[in-house]
């Protein structure tokens, strides 16, 4: 450009070529600057990247634990496809048909643990004095008859009569007040192994008669349970599988070494020892 100044003015370089030529100097300015900061931009991701990754093992890499999380999403919701039974019981109500199309949170059945039923016995309130957590109970049911007599005890007492939780409760406030005899739930733990030779079913009649003679109990609890009523491990396992297939990945891919990206030289950056961030 230095050179070509000058003849322009004695018209050995047209101007026209003497813009274009500066036009292509200004666009090589440009792109040198891009370049630089590109390499700027591309040092700074190189830095923060190996400050993040350096002497990590691959299986705690930032990216593999986001495609470890997306594979375990993925082989859950695979699994989930077929169903499984939480707790081991007889169908007693079933919503679904064969081929029918359903919805997210749509109810299919109904599950019933047998050997795991219990008995609401409602005592009326004039009973309730003598009962105690944990006195024996005789029960008989309609089903079975008088002969087969079902053992358990008082496992609680519920904290207000059924007139009390009703969805239309009886209002006395008017005057014409009459005594109604109330009743209180009482729960009665059954004996599994008796379950066994003789099952009962949901809303069955039942007789029940407590030993009232053993008043050491409490008549109310004083806390929650320690065990739980039902649990169940079912979905575990497809936890665990999640769990192997991910570790079974990452080490076909080297998953027992560690990162070590080369420190490039000042003013060079290498493609290939830049960690994507994506």
């Known amino acids: ?62 990216n593999v634990l986001r495609a470890s999380a997306r594979v375990r999403e993925a082989y859950v919701a695979l699994k989930r496809v077929e169903l499984q039974a ?3 019981g ?21 599950v019933i643990a047998l050997d795991q039923v219990w008995v609401e016995a ?49 209002q006395n406030a008017t005057g014409n007040w009459i005594m109604v005899v109330q009743r209180v739930p009482v729960r009665v733990h059954l004996d599994a192994k008796e379950l066994v030779d003789h099952p009962l079913r949901l809303g069955l009649s039942m007789e029940a008669r407590v030993d009232v003679s053993k008043t050491d109990g409490r008549m109310l609890a004083d806390g929650t349970s320690a065990q739980a009523a039902v649990q169940t491990a079912v979905f575990d396992q497809d936890s665990r599988e999640a769990d192997a297939r991910v570790q079974a990945l990452i080490a076909q891919h080297g998953g027992g070494a560690r990162l070590a990206a080369p420190r490039p030289a000042p003013g060079v950056v290498s493609a290939a020892s830049v960690i994507p961030a994506h």
């Open 90 to 110: 007889c169908v007693a109500r079933r919503n679904v048909q064969l081929g029918q199309r359903l919805q997210a949170g749509a109810p299919l059945l109904s």
């Open 86 to 88: 939480p707790v081991a």
């Open 1 to 62: 450009m230095t050179r070509r100044q000058p003849l322009v003015a004695t018209g050995a370089v047209g101007q026209e070529e003497f813009k274009h030529a500066t036009a292509q100097l200004a666009a090589a300015k440009c792109s040198a600057e891009a370049a630089r900061a590109a390499v700027l931009a591309a040092r700074a991701q190189l830095a923060s990247n190996q400050s993040l990754t350096d002497g990590v093992a691959v299986d705690q890499h930032p």
């Open 122 to 170: 409602n005592f009326k309130e004039s009973q309730l004095k003598n009962l105690r957590l944990g006195q024996p109970v005789q029960l008989s049911a309609d089903v079975y008859g008088k002969k087969v007599v079902c053992h358990g005890n008082i496992d609680g007492l519920g904290a207000g009569t059924g007139a009390a939780f009703a969805l239309l409760p009886a």
